[in-house]
């Protein structure tokens, strides 16, 4: 019978099936950072128990580490987390990429980069953008802490058998359009919990002619849109994305894995619980006007008003949102002027992200009102950009380049916008307060950041590239 | 973990839809490293204003909610990041039991590894309970019998599925359990690997 990809990863992992039970699901790559593992490292020690499979662990520091002026922490709390991390992963044995580590950097960015996601696997992390990693056609999904122990002492996890979604996104995307905006736009399409209960594999045309990196802009977010995880099809992209990398299989093993690698695209006529389809031709660059991320609309839109909505919930869920948010109902989004902007997170901050901005904003100036930060996803990719100069483009313009971490994306650091301040932001959430009690956070693309933090409010990028550099 | 049968208690109507997890428990809360001590901080910018003083119009504040073990909100609770924080928030503030209309995935599972009961229930049941609830509705929730009972004696049926009822019910230790399947992971992870 004909099977999706996330059936056939989904059934080369189980390692037991009753009736009446979920399945026990085996876990090929469990990485950790600091914030929601201490907990379950302390269970472990309680109970007695070990770490089964230490080779299958990895870990790293990212939400809490500062981004500049390293290594002090400030915060005796986040240094005492911190700490423990360091501790936990030489009790155990799990390799650790510690701070000031070269291949240090935020979880999502580095599994990609060191070769240690690869398709097919099951991968796990207590962090709900692990769905990132289905970009390389793993099913990848976040966890909590108690289950980050179950996985540690048992490398497995009782699972359901998720339901199964295919979003189409069909044709060729407008130029300037970014894969962050096809994201976007299917959020803001089917809505916050769209795929609640799924696990979602993106295809078509608009999705087959991206990047590696691209597409783990897009699976980052299926979280966004409530799936359990997001997938794209392993393809010669990804095939060539790997070859070379450091955990990945070498010489000879590599074509044998690359083989069976391509052999997980879906079979032809496989079915799923579901399936949507979007139209990549008329997907423009969109923002984020509201308070979560299915509140966008294409730049060339306006904030919706009480009209565009037909239930007195809804309605009352929009005014609420733009109390919150300090706009007005039919606002042009082009209007609303922002003071803060950062290029960075799990979503968007690889080299490609940091291309894509530094290309907008060569030869031009941060706006006065603005306070504009790079925060690369990781210490090699910092590296890499300040090899090709990126970071002498940034700071010319007059944005800050720092560190890597997760930073202003969350937030749990001193990287914080200010109560009632707008920051133009290429994460991934633009919940109350995510990035700073009383924050007002816009989604967008990193060159709809970079084009924002110049003009000092949203504009449209693609116009704006074409504007003379003064 | 502490098991749970049975539940009897005035109910909080927290009457918004998609309350994601930073609302729950914001981040910069999560940087302790035990699993208790997180009640204080449930909710914390929605309870307390920016000058730390007590919000009185959200209803967590209402005086005649104290106590209460029955959460009951709308669609997509629990949506957002996957920190474990929010439901021990929640326990540790002192419910037991949470009900919407639909949850968030990742909430969802770490209810059960945490002693707290997460009940779906259609939507116009949730939308009575959220009405009557702002007068204060006592009910009595059995997962027994996976019932409800308000006041009246009326009576919702509800189903969690076998596994996870089992886990609330005895209030296992679901390491325990899955070490006595170390022979099907061993086998697993002896078998031959795809390539």
Redesign the interface.
């Known amino acids: 019978m004909a099977k999706n990809i996330i059936e056939k990863v989904w059934d080369?992992h189980v390692?037991?099936q009753e009736d009446?039970?979920?399945d026990?699901l085996?876990i090929d790559l469990h990485l950790i950072h600091e914030?929601?593992s201490?907990?379950a490292f302390?269970g472990l020690r309680l109970?007695n128990?070990k770490v089964r499979r230490p080779d299958l662990c990895y870990a790293t520091m990212d939400?809490?580490v500062p981004t500049k002026n390293l290594p002090t922490i400030n915060?005796p709390?986040?240094r005492?987390?911190i700490e423990?991390l360091a501790e936990n992963a030489k009790e155990f044995g799990i390799e650790l990429a510690d701070m000031g580590h070269p291949d240090q950097g935020i979880v999502h960015v580095i599994g990609p980069e060191l070769g240690l996601t690869q398709p097919?696997k099951t991968i796990v992390c207590?962090?709900?953008h692990?769905s990132t990693h289905g970009a390389f056609g793993a099913i990848a999904?976040?966890?909590?802490?108690?289950?980050v122990?179950?996985v540690l002492?048992?490398?497995?996890l009782?699972q359901?058998k998720?339901r199964t979604m295919k979003v189409n996104v069909s044709g060729e995307l407008g130029a300037g359009v970014e894969a962050k905006d096809i994201i976007l736009a299917i959020i803001a399409k089917f809505g916050?919990?769209v795929g609640?209960?799924h696990i979602i594999e993106f295809t078509g045309d608009a999705i087959k002619k991206l990047s590696m990196e691209e597409r783990m802009t897009i699976c980052n977010m299926s979280?966004e849109a409530?799936a359990?995880a997001g997938l794209i099809a392993p393809d010669e992209t990804t095939v060539a994305y790997l070859r070379g990398r450091r955990y990945a299989?070498q010489g000879e093993?590599f074509e044998?894995?690359a083989?069976?690698w391509l052999s997980l695209a879906s079979d032809e006529g496989a079915t799923y619980d579901a399936v949507l389809e979007i139209d990549g031709t008329a997907i423009e660059p969109v923002v984020t006007w509201g308070t979560?991320p299915a509140m966008g609309a294409g730049i060339s839109q306006n904030v919706p008003t009480k009209a565009d909505y037909s239930t007195e919930?809804d309605k009352a869920?929009l005014e609420k949102a733009l109390t919150y948010m300090g706009l007005e109902e039919g606002q042009a989004l082009t209007d609303i002027a922002i003071q803060h902007v950062f290029i960075g997170s799990c979503t968007n901050s690889r080299l490609s992200d940091l291309r894509a901005a530094a290309k907008v904003i060569e030869g031009r100036k941060v706006h006065d009102n603005v306070t504009a930060i790079v925060v690369p996803g990781s210490v090699s990719t910092k590296r890499q950009a300040e090899e090709e100069g990126l970071d002498q483009i940034f700071k010319a313009a007059g944005f800050e380049w720092r560190e890597a971490g997760c930073s202003m994306c969350?937030?749990?650091n001193d990287d914080v916008v200010p109560?009632g301040e707008r920051c133009a932001s290429t994460s991934n959430?633009n919940?109350?307060?995510?990035q700073g009690?009383?924050s007002r956070t816009h989604l967008v693309s990193p060159p709809m950041a970079a084009a924002a933090a110049i003009a000092g409010h949203f504009v449209d990028v693609r116009q704006f590239v074409k504007q003379e550099v003064q | 973990m502490e098991p749970i049968k049975h539940v009897e208690s005035i109910i909080v109507p927290l009457d918004n839809k998609n309350v994601d997890t930073d609302q729950i428990i914001s981040k910069e809360f999560l940087k302790r490293i035990e699993r208790t001590g997180f009640g204080q901080y449930l909710f914390y910018h929605w309870r307390y204003n920016e000058d730390g003083t007590l919000n009185e119009d959200f209803v967590l504040n209402d005086p005649k909610f104290a106590g209460a073990s029955i959460l009951v909100s709308d669609e997509n609770f629990g949506c957002g990041s996957s920190r474990e924080h929010a439901p021990w928030a929640i326990l540790d503030y002192g419910f037991r039991v949470v009900m919407a209309p639909s949850f968030a995935d990742i909430f969802y599972n770490n209810c059960f590894k945490n002693g707290i009961l997460p009940i779906k229930l259609p939507q116009d049941v949730i939308n009575d309970y959220l009405t009557r609830g702002k007068d204060g509705l006592t009910l009595a929730v059995d997962l027994v019998s996976q019932t409800i009972t308000d006041s009246d004696g009326a009576i919702v049926n509800f189903t969690i599925d076998e596994y996870s009822r089992n886990m609330l019910l005895e209030g296992l230790d679901e390491i325990g359990l899955t070490i006595q399947y170390e022979d099907a992971i061993s086998a697993y992870e002896n078998r031959p690997k795809p390539y």
């Open positions: 080369n390692v037991y009446g039970k979920p026990l085996y914030v929601t201490p907990q302390e109970a128990r939400h809490n915060d709390i986040a005492k987390q423990t097919g207590g962090d709900s692990t999904f976040g966890i909590g802490t108690s289950e122990e179950h002492s048992t490398q497995t009782w359901s998720p916050i919990d609640t209960g979280i409530g359990k299989p093993a044998r894995a083989a069976y979560n919930a869920a969350l937030a749990m109560t959430r919940f109350e307060g995510r009690t009383g």
